[in-house]
């Protein structure tokens, strides 16, 4: 079983993962409700393409909501 493990690892690589993420508003019909895409992208793309949004050089993984609290002012203490 070793032996196979070893044929296997020796063919694979491994590539750098960039994740981004930024809160962003989903509609204003909605309510004004936030959330946050997670993107992923890869470390070898030069960053000058990966700044540009027309590239397409991310991926969306998730979104992720943003929680609107009750109270704004209130600490929770613990």
């Known amino acids: 079983m070793l032996g ?3 044929k296997t690892y ?5 590539l750098g993962v960039v994740l981004s993420s930024d809160k962003t508003k989903v509609s204003n019909i909605t309510g004004n409700h936030y959330t946050r895409p997670l993107l992923v992208s890869l470390a070898n793309i030069d960053p000058s393409v990966r700044t540009k949004g027309s590239l397409h050089a991310y991926i969306p993984l998730a979104l992720l909501p943003v929680a609107k609290f009750a109270h704004r002012n209130c600490y ?3």
């Open 4 to 6: 196979t493990f070893r």
């Open 10 to 14: 020796l063919k694979a690589s491994l």
């Open 76 to 78: 929770e203490l613990g």
